[in-house]
C-alpha cells in the first residue's frame, strides 16, 4: 500500500470515528423520540430520518452541495465562522456523512427503544426515577444491544461511502481522498494490484464486522434464554 492510500485509510477511519460519535450525540435523543413520541411531527420526522435508505447518493450529495455553496445560507454561515468553504473539505464531508448515515444509526436503535417494555419504565417512575434516571440506568443498558448494532452499522456505512463523499468532497488528497475515491482511482488508471489490496481490505473488514455482530446477537439471545 503507497503512502497516499495509508493517507486516504487514515482519513477515512478519521471520518468514520468523528461521524460515529456525532451520530451518537444526534442520533440517540432523536430515536429515544421516535420511539416515544406521539406527536403528528413524528409522521413527518421519520421517513425523513429514513431518506437517504432510498435516495440515490448522488442525489443528496448533489443539494448537499448546494447547501454547502458559499451562495447558499449555511455555507454562507459556515465560511463566515470559519473562514473557510464547507464543499470540497473535510468538515463537509463529516456533516454529510452524519446526514447519510442517520438512519443507519437511528433505526437500529429505534427498533431497541420501541422494545422497552413500558411496564418497566412505569414501574421506575412509580420508585421515584426522574426521565434522565430512567434513560441511563434503564433504557440504555436494555438497549445495549440496539447501541452496538447502530454504532457498528453507522461506521461501516460511513467507511463505503462513495457517492456522497465524491459529490460533496471531490478527491483531495490529505483531505477528502477517502478509500473508496482511492479505490476508484487505482481502477480508472488500471492499477489494479493497489484496486485488490484496497477492495479486499474493505471485503475483509466488511464480513469480519458482520462476523463479530452475528456472534454478540447470537451470544445474547443465549443469555436471554437462560
Same mark, same amino acid.
Given at each position: ?10 482519513i477515512?477511519?478519521?471520518? $468514520?470515528?468523528? !461521524? !460515529?460519535?456525532c ?8 430515536? &429515544? &423520540?421516535?420511539s ?21 447518493p448522488?442525489?443528496?450529495? *448533489?443539494?448537499?452541495?448546494? +447547501?454547502?455553496s ?6 454562507e454561515l459556515?465560511q463566515?465562522? !470559519?473562514?473557510?468553504?464547507? $464543499?470540497?473539505?473535510f /468538515?463537509g ?7 447519510y448515515? @442517520?438512519?443507519?444509526?437511528?433505526q437500529?436503535? %429505534?427498533? /431497541? *427503544? ?7 419504565m412505569?414501574? +421506575?417512575?412509580t420508585l421515584? +426515577?426522574?426521565? &434522565?434516571? =430512567?434513560?441511563?440506568n434503564? $433504557?440504555?443498558?436494555?438497549?445495549r =444491544? ?5 454504532i457498528?452499522? $453507522?461506521?461501516? %456505512?460511513?467507511?463505503?461511502? *462513495?457517492?456522497?463523499?465524491?459529490m460533496i ?6 483531505? !477528502? ?17 493497489? +484496486?485488490?489490496?484496497?477492495a479486499g481490505?474493505?471485503?475483509? *473488514?466488511?464480513?469480519?464486522? @458482520? ?7 447470537? %451470544? &445474547?439471545?443465549?443469555? =436471554?434464554r437462560?
Amino acid at each position: 500500500m503507497t503512502d497516499p492510500d495509508l493517507l486516504s485509510l487514515w482519513i477515512t477511519i478519521k471520518l $468514520a470515528g468523528i !461521524t !460515529t460519535l456525532c451520530l451518537i450525540l444526534i442520533g440517540t435523543p432523536l430515536a &429515544w &423520540w421516535l420511539s416515544r413520541s406521539k406527536s403528528m411531527l413524528r409522521n413527518l420526522v421519520e421517513p425523513l430520518v429514513a431518506l437517504p435508505i432510498v435516495l440515490p447518493p448522488t442525489v443528496v450529495g *448533489f443539494y448537499l452541495l448546494i +447547501a454547502f455553496s458559499p451562495n447558499s445560507l449555511p455555507g454562507e454561515l459556515w465560511q463566515s465562522a !470559519t473562514g473557510s468553504q464547507l $464543499a470540497f473539505s473535510f /468538515a463537509g464531508l463529516v456533516v454529510g456523512s452524519i446526514i447519510y448515515s @442517520l438512519p443507519f444509526y437511528v433505526q437500529p436503535l %429505534h427498533i /431497541a *427503544f420501541s422494545s422497552l417494555q413500558q411496564e418497566l419504565m412505569e414501574a +421506575a417512575s412509580t420508585l421515584g +426515577a426522574g426521565p &434522565w434516571d =430512567r434513560f441511563f440506568n434503564l $433504557a440504555v443498558p436494555l438497549s445495549r =444491544r440496539g447501541f452496538v448494532i447502530a454504532i457498528c452499522l $453507522a461506521f461501516a %456505512h460511513t467507511v463505503g461511502e *462513495f457517492g456522497i463523499v465524491l459529490m460533496i468532497g471531490g478527491n483531495i488528497p490529505d483531505e !477528502t481522498r477517502v478509500l473508496s475515491i482511492a479505490l476508484f482511482d487505482h481502477v480508472e488508471a488500471l492499477d489494479y494490484d493497489r +484496486a485488490h489490496l484496497l477492495a479486499g481490505g474493505l471485503l475483509v *473488514f466488511s464480513f469480519i464486522l @458482520l462476523l463479530i455482530l452475528y456472534a454478540v446477537d447470537r %451470544h &445474547w439471545q443465549q443469555q =436471554r434464554r437462560v
